[in-house]
């Protein structure tokens, strides 16, 4: 029984079958990669992990519960965590503050008031989000203006405000699409760490296979909206079934 | 660099700063000067009067002919310019020397016919500057409130175009003055003339702004033509905020009326009127007479946005400039004269008021606002254009004729676009005070005040 | 210091109590027998109007400035916040403190309402729906709600105390006019310093006290975690609820808490003046509150303050300038000149007021996005560089 | 049943200028992203555009008639208009008489100027910057113009009538056996209007031009990289868009008489037209526009008001609430567009 367990999910977009009887099973602790050729249907699967969209059928368990009919404050405020294709940080927000908002919202829940109270003197947010940014080896940014970030902070600064809630469920969206490779061996670095160092249970949506085998323990591929195959990153390398469906078709 | 004083520029400015000097901002103050003061008491050589109109905003015209009025009239208490009415009033207190020997001054303000910036203009003007009279004003809504302001601050407030009955009605205020007619006159004058030009067994179809105007013309206007065998056949409130009346003439068509009364003003009735002569309404024949349209409220600039439309549509106003006595001809000349076209109704009632304050400083021997209160209560007069007036002491309202008057067929210029019907002497537009269009006997000017 | 741990924070609060509490000198700079008294506005009811509107914008800021959701119907809970005043007064007594209370209250529901359906959508439909609420308010307020049978506006005229109001609180010696426990707020003290005059107005300093504490409030509200979280949700909503936070909830209370400033403002504004006319609520009016805080600069604290004070004077002081003042102005010139220089300046002010306050609305915009207040910081900038370069090299300041 | 058709047509006619301003708008916002305040006053400048040529047209010289009067008892001063002495009198005074339709061929260079400039001098850089900037300057732009407009025209509203041939009424329903008379002129108003939608989407849909503006609507970088100077084809839209708020406002002149703040009069209603329709598409504009002129019609039947008292004041708002709290983006909005 997996942390998150994904049955016979299917998605309809008017004429188009994006989904039709996924079944998946995300164990926890592990990396779990899903991977496909574009238009497998990867992203709608996501979306309707938090809650973007609703299956037209099937179910999406996380721990035992279901997710269907939640919205995404709601879906995350179970623990699950998303990081987005292109960075979605705070913008106008300083580092600092960017990283103590996800410290809020896991010490306070969904919504509270403190209109009046000074966010600084707030210690116990503060000094967790400082500590969170040395864990990403960001302290040094901490007064930055983080619109004005290189992307690869950008995206450091991002998987940090997912970790900052200590969520169970870290969902990856392509996250190393449009970047350098020093960024991205910077970030397969700190999520390798972060699958070592924390009890979290990682589901990424890769494109780049260098990235996919170098961090995922099980990979599900994905094509034409149902999973061709799910087996360990060996199996998978040698599966001609899968070289035909997306190896071959990207080589 | 004219050092001469006797320039026109020299006068003025000699004038304005010696006028600021003694205008000391003392009003709505606790801590008064001496026991005897009133707010802004003239101490120098100069007296401010406040001109309050709108000049942005739908009305900035008609409130720019207020304040050539009003210039005209400072002129002629300041003794230039040819005199004008100075000549013909009947009371001769005044000299052309200003007001009680001081020079009068004016400042200016924008009412933008909102009854809040009215407000601010005119306590600015007051607090500021030291207006001691408030005059000016186009609707009825910023008339009643800048009144009730003036009786608070404890200055005189003289009316400009207010033409609602709770002017001098439920909302009179003893420093408060209204020579402009009002709703329930105009009905009155208008019956009589309309029963004589369209016949007694009329039905007629009205359409009326929503506002509180627009509801108290309509009443006067249902209650003084039923009262004369007319039969209302319905009664439509229009949106102040339309621009086209389309979807409410339209049910005019097939109502069974053959009379359309428009209860607009402004914008609205040249509005409403256009639409109601682009329908054909005019042309019909309904019940075997002609089609009519009347208009309650004429003024001239509205006469002139209606244009062509306005041919034989009747109506009532307070003055007009072809009105043939001593004064008014006194009156047209110095202001055609001095600004190349006849005065509008608005531009003179504000004249008059101007005038009929300075006036009443001078019989009373000082400015302070009780003294011209009494002054003017119960005062009669002529000579001001709109021949024999009496300024009604029970509720401020000045009685004289009112004019009936009809769009012109064939006007030879510009200006004279309306031709009087019928002059409807004072007498049979006079009310009593405790009437119940009017307050009934609750209403009551309560005291005079003299603020500081 | 007072909770606010920025320095920059308490030196602005300084700033600003020091310019309110000194208004009556601050904007009477002129001798009053000058001819530049023309440009005074120290006297009461404007520098009530200031306040009051800068009460007004800093509220609209806190919604617009923090969460970036553009209200076109603010001013519809001013004017219900008057309207409340006015009854209070009519109802109960002239004393200020229930009419105001009332009005923040009642505005504060009418913000929730409103609010809570207005802010299920966002972007330019949020500001269409405000809008359309606000106009519907005017409606019913200048005449459905004023008919003679149920009268709660009295539409054109404006709600204002008669005498046959109950006034149940009212007694005999407490002043006829809004009053705080029978200090009128209409009292101003006069004080002549030569050819100088200042008014010192109870009025004025009532609200100016009320704007200092609701200023220091905002003040506190954009430091806090609430106001960081409402400039998180104007910069990114996405990532707002994929943080787990519900945007909806804090949208909603900035909304209430800016209309219950709209409502403090209108209840004041009843307090300087008990007639609540309905024109306030126009949308024209809301219009004019995002103008102030454009124009003084969104999203800063002092900003829309600025913003009103211009606006305000604006309104006030050029719409007064008629040919006789601008004739004596320029009567030192040769006659020729003279006519040329009013000729030339008479569109601008008097009458045409409206024209330069567009004019200024266009060359702020283009040429001072961040509003007044950038405006003062390049000033402020340029001043500085020019400083350097003259005694340079000085040492470098640390950054702020 | 005519009293219907009535109040259709007239919904019709108010649907319009509701339309065609709003159009103007969805233009101006699709292709450039700007939200435009200062729409309303090119609507205005249009009808401003009739005033004067008919001004213009009957510039006089004076010649003094001795025999007659005028008002201060000097003698009556008679303008003859230059076109009358030029033409003879028959033909100058159908000039003059003709000259709103004459104003259509004044109008169409000068809004298109006016937008060209407009989009030149200031619109362009406001492209990138936050809808709320671009609503001060075009509204800052607005005040102007209609205060330009005031300083010379005054603030009272000035009759500008259609040809005589034109006014009047005609019966539609005489065809049909039963009665229904209409304004000749608001019938010519509803029909133009109606030309000049049709002639946008046509001019949208079939020229090599309309394709790639449209695109661009749809898609902006896509269409930038294919190499083609999308930003130019956004100006002459702008100026296009210009031009049908100019011809709305000429041939509006005549059902009500222009003043300079009937621009500020349209300009909400209009907005609130654009989203309900929904914010960028042209045909939601047009339909919201009919749709909200219709009920607007409907709405101020005695029937309507005396079943809910003030209907007729609020029903517009009423109306845009529903369908943005039903439609979230309007009535045919496309996704994403003015959301953030």
């Not at chain 1, 200590?166 to 670095?189: C, F, K, Q, S, V």
């Not at chain 2, 069974?256 to 209860?263: E, K, Q």
């Not at chain 2, 119960?378 to 509720?395: I, K, M, P, V």
């Not at chain 4, 233009?27 to 040529?53: E, K, P, Q, R």
Request: contains cysteine; neutral net charge; aromatic residues 10%.
């Amino acid at each position: 029984m997996g942390i998150l367990e994904v049955k016979d999910v299917g998605k309809r977009f008017g004429g188009l079958q994006a989904l039709s009887d996924v079944n998946l099973s995300v164990k926890e602790n592990s990396v779990h990669a899903i991977i496909g050729p574009n238009g497998a249907g990867k992203s709608t699967l996501l979306n309707c992990l938090v809650g973007k969209l609703i299956p037209d059928t099937g179910s999406v368990m996380f721990d035992g519960q279901s997710v269907l009919g939640r919205v995404p404050h709601e879906i995350n405020q179970m623990g699950i965590s998303r990081v987005f294709q292109t960075p979605e940080i705070f913008g106008d927000l300083t580092v600092l503050e960017n990283m103590m908002i996800p410290c809020f919202a896991k010490r306070d829940g969904h919504f509270r008031m403190h209109a009046v109270r000074n966010m600084m003197a707030d210690r116990e947010i503060v000094e967790k989000a400082e500590a969170m940014l040395v864990d990403m080896n960001m302290a040094d940014k901490k007064g930055m203006h983080s619109a004005s970030m290189s992307r690869g902070d950008k995206r450091r600064l991002e998987i940090g405000m997912c970790l900052a809630q200590e969520p169970r469920l870290l969902l990856l969206d392509e996250p190393t699409a449009g970047m350098a490779r020093a960024d991205t061996n910077n970030t397969i670095d700190l999520l390798k760490q972060i699958s070592d160092e924390r009890e979290i249970t990682i589901a990424i949506i890769e494109h780049d296979m260098h990235v996919v085998f170098s961090l995922a323990n099980r990979i599900t591929v994905l094509a034409q909206g149902t999973p061709l195959v799910e087996d360990n990153p060996e199996n998978i390398r040698g599966n001609p079934k899968v070289r035909e469906a997306y190896l071959g078709e990207t080589a | 660099m004219s050092k001469s004083n006797f320039t026109r520029r020299g006068v003025l400015k000699t004038g304005a700063v010696a006028g600021a000097g003694v205008a000391l901002p003392t009003i709505f103050t606790a801590q008064s000067a001496s026991a005897s003061g009133y707010t802004n008491e003239p101490t120098g050589s100069n007296v401010t009067l406040g001109f309050n109109v709108p000049q942005t905003g739908p009305y900035a015209d008609e409130g720019n002919d207020e304040l050539l009025a009003q210039q005209l009239a400072v002129e002629h208490l300041n003794g230039m310019g040819d005199g004008g009415c100075l000549n013909t009033f009947t009371s001769k207190a005044l000299k052309g020397n200003g007001i009680l020997g001081k020079k009068v001054d004016f400042v200016t303000g924008d009412t933008q016919t909102k009854s809040d910036a009215a407000r601010a203009s005119a306590k600015t003007m007051i607090e500021k500057d030291g207006a001691i009279m408030i005059n000016g004003g186009s609707s009825s809504g910023v008339a009643v409130a800048v009144q009730g302001l003036c009786q608070e601050a404890g200055v005189i407030f003289m009316a400009g175009l207010t033409h609602s009955n709770d002017t001098t009605g439920k909302d009179r205020k003893a420093n408060g003055f209204r020579h402009f007619f009002n709703a329930y006159m105009s009905a009155a004058a208008l019956a009589p003339v309309l029963a004589k030009e369209l016949g007694a067994d009329r039905r007629a179809y009205h359409l009326t702004a929503d506002y509180t105007w627009g509801w108290t013309q309509e009443e006067s206007i249902v209650a003084s033509t039923e009262a004369m065998g007319w039969e209302t056949v319905n009664a439509v409130k229009t949106p102040l905020a339309s621009t086209d009346f389309s979807s409410y003439i339209a049910p005019v068509l097939n109502s069974g009326a053959d009379v359309l009364v428009l209860n607009h003003y402004g914008g609205n009735m040249v509005n409403s009127l256009t639409n109601a002569v682009q329908f054909g309404l005019l042309d019909k024949l309904v019940n075997g007479k002609d089609f009519k349209i009347v208009v309650p409220l004429y003024s001239e600039l509205m006469a002139a946005g209606a244009g062509e439309n306005i041919k034989g549509v009747l109506g009532s106003m307070n003055y007009n400039w072809q009105l043939d006595n001593e004064g008014s001809r006194a009156f047209v000349k110095s202001f055609g004269e001095k600004y190349g076209k006849p005065p509008s109704n608005s531009a003179q009632t504000c004249y008059a008021q101007v005038l009929l304050y300075a006036d009443a400083c001078e019989r009373a021997g000082t400015f302070n606002p009780c003294g011209v209160v009494e002054a003017l209560e119960g005062f009669e007069f002529d000579g001001l254009g709109n021949g024999s007036t009496l300024y009604r002491a029970e509720d401020h309202q000045c009685f004289k004729d009112v004019l009936v008057v009809r769009g012109a067929q064939n006007p030879t210029n510009q200006y004279d676009t309306l031709e009087i019907v019928e002059v409807t002497p004072a007498a049979q537009v006079t009310y009593p005070p405790n009437h119940p269009m009017f307050g009934g006997d609750e209403a009551s000017l309560g005291e005079c005040n003299k603020g500081a | 210091m007072l909770g606010l741990n920025n320095k920059k924070d308490f030196t602005l609060l300084l700033v600003v109590a020091a310019l309110t509490l000194l208004a009556p000198f601050v904007l009477n700079p002129f001798p009053s027998d000058s001819a530049m008294a023309q440009f005074n506005a120290g006297y009461p009811d404007l520098m009530q109007r200031f306040v009051i509107f800068g009460i007004f914008a800093v509220g609209f800021n806190i919604l617009f400035g923090l969460t970036g959701y553009l209200s076109f119907g603010h001013a519809a809970f001013l004017g219900v916040g008057s309207y409340a005043s006015v009854w209070m007064f009519k109802l109960l007594s002239y004393n200020i403190v229930p009419a105001i209370l009332l009005a923040v209250v009642m505005a504060s529901i009418f913000a929730l309402l409103i609010g809570y359906v207005s802010l299920r959508r966002s972007g330019i439909y949020f500001s269409i729906l405000t809008l359309a609420f606000a106009q519907m308010s005017f409606a019913l307020a200048y005449s459905v709600l004023s008919n003679p049978k149920f009268n709660l506006t009295n539409g054109e005229t404006g709600l204002q105390v008669y005498a046959n109001d109950p006034q149940v609180f009212h007694r005999a010696g407490l002043p006829d006019v809004p009053h705080l426990f029978g200090l009128s707020m209409r009292s101003t003290y006069t004080m002549d310093v030569g050819a100088w005059s200042f008014s010192f107005n109870v009025g004025y300093y009532i609200s100016a006290i009320v704007l200092l504490l609701v200023f220091y409030l905002a003040i506190r509200i954009f430091r806090s975690p609430f106001g960081m979280m409402l400039r998180a949700i104007k910069s990114n909503q996405t990532r707002m609820s994929y943080t787990g936070l519900n945007p909806r909830p804090y949208t909603l209370a900035a909304f209430v808490i800016s209309g219950a400033y709209a409502g403090l403002a209108g209840g004041l504004m009843a307090a300087m003046d008990p007639l609540a006319g309905a024109e306030r609520m126009q949308w024209t009016a809301s219009g004019e509150v995002v103008l102030m805080t454009i124009l003084g600069g969104t999203g800063t604290l002092i900003g829309p303050i600025l913003g009103a004070g211009f606006i305000k004077y604006f309104e006030n002081i050029f719409s007064k300038i008629n040919d006789t003042v601008l004739h004596q102005w320029f009567a030192f010139m040769p006659d020729g000149m003279e006519d040329f220089m009013v000729f030339v300046i008479k569109p601008f002010v008097g009458k045409g007021w409206n024209l330069t306050l567009g004019i200024m609305f266009m060359l702020v915009v283009i040429f001072l996005p961040g509003g007044l207040v950038e405006g003062g910081q390049r000033l402020g900038k340029w001043i500085k560089n020019r400083g350097k370069s003259k005694d340079s090299p000085a040492k470098t300041e640390p950054a702020e | 049943m005519d009293a219907i058709l009535l109040q259709i047509l007239n919904g019709l006619d108010k649907g319009s200028a509701y339309a065609l301003i709003a159009l103007g708008l969805t233009l101006i916002f699709g292709t450039l992203g700007v939200v435009n305040f200062a729409h309303g006053a090119l609507f205005m400048l249009g009808a401003f555009c009739a005033v004067t040529l008919s001004k213009l047209l009957q510039l006089s010289f004076v010649t003094i008639d001795a025999t007659k009067k005028d008002f201060l008892g000097n003698p009556l001063k008679v303008e003859t208009p230059y076109v009358e002495a030029w033409f003879g009198p028959e033909i100058g005074a159908s000039i003059i008489d003709w000259a709103v339709p004459l104003s259509i061929l004044l109008a169409i260079p000068v809004m298109i100027a006016v937008g060209l400039i407009m989009e030149r001098g200031l619109i362009k850089h406001f492209y990138k910057r936050e809808h709320a900037d671009q609503i001060l300057v075009t509204f800052g732009l607005a005040i102007v113009l209609q205060e330009v407009i005031k300083y010379y025209f005054g603030a009272n509203p000035i009759q500008t009538p259609p040809p005589d041939a034109l006014t009047g009424v005609a019966n539609l329903g005489a065809w049909f056996g039963f009665d229904l008379p209409y304004p000749i002129w608001r019938i010519v108003y509803f029909s133009f209007a109606a030309l000049v939608i049709f002639g946008v989407f046509a001019f949208l849909q079939f020229t090599t031009f309309g394709m790639v503006v449209r695109a661009g609507m749809a898609d902006r970088e896509t269409v930038g990289l294919l190499g083609i100077n999308i930003d130019r084809r956004f100006t002459i839209m702008f100026a296009i868009a210009a031009a049908v708020a100019g011809l709305a406002g000429v041939m509006y002149a005549p059902i009500n008489p222009p003043n300079y703040h009937m621009g500020m009069d349209f300009l909400v209603l209009s907005f609130v037209v654009v989203v309900v329709g929904g914010m960028g598409s042209l045909p939601g504009a047009v339909a919201a526009g009919f749709l909200l002129g219709i009920l607007e019609s409907f709405a101020s039947t005695t029937w309507a008001t005396t079943t809910i008292p003030g209907i007729n004041q609020i029903i517009i708002y009423v109306v845009a609430i529903i369908v943005l709290l039903t439609r979230p983006r309007g009535l045919m909005g496309r996704k994403g567009v003015m959301e953030d």
